[in-house]
């Protein structure tokens, strides 16, 4: 999008936001408990990217995933720590991408904290990916269709007449359109 003088920018404080500042061992062991429990709030970022078109219009959204992020990883401290670092330095001293394969006890230990502890049941493989349809309270955006004032710019009057014709069997080529 070229940035002309007319386009407001949003000020500094308005996209100051407190990074979730977590490793990425850390995010992989609890990724799925933390889509499933950010689910909504990302749901209504993306759907208000979609709509809008325009990321200056989404911030709040935007924000809204950061402070789930910020009150998920509060939790999981709280009380699943032990078992997210366990399989988190399991996947880091492992294999260098991080990979699950070889850290299957640790995330067992994960996945039965979780759903004690805080209630999170692990996603299915491809939970994510499903279509799901979300319900926003936000309203919905003006199209960005173009509207034509004048539907008819350049067809003649009797055209609907013509193509009756046509319809009707008579040949296309015997008779003149123009």
Do not use: W
């Not at 950010?38 to 935007?62: A, F, H, T």
């Amino acid at each position: 999008m070229p940035i002309t003088e007319d386009i407001s920018l949003p000020s500094f404080q308005e996209l100051d936001v407190q990074d979730v500042n977590v490793s990425q061992p850390v995010l992989v062991a609890s990724g799925p408990y933390f889509g499933k429990y950010c689910d909504q709030q990302s749901k209504e970022y993306m759907l208000c990217r979609l709509e809008e078109r325009d990321p200056r219009k989404c911030l709040n959204e935007g924000k809204a995933v950061t402070m789930c992020g910020h009150e998920f990883f509060r939790k999981v401290g709280q009380t699943c720590r032990e078992e997210v670092e366990r399989m988190a330095k399991c996947m880091e001293f492992t294999h260098v991408d991080c990979r699950l394969i070889y850290c299957k006890k640790e995330q067992k230990q994960v996945a039965k904290c979780m759903e004690q502890k805080m209630g999170i049941k692990r996603p299915p493989f491809g939970y994510f990916s499903q279509l799901r349809v979300h319900e926003t309270s936000r309203p919905k955006p003006k199209s960005f269709a173009t509207e034509f004032k004048d539907q008819n710019v350049g067809v003649p009057i009797d055209f609907e007449e013509k193509i009756k014709k046509l319809n009707d069997g008579s040949s296309f080529y015997s008779e003149n359109l123009g």
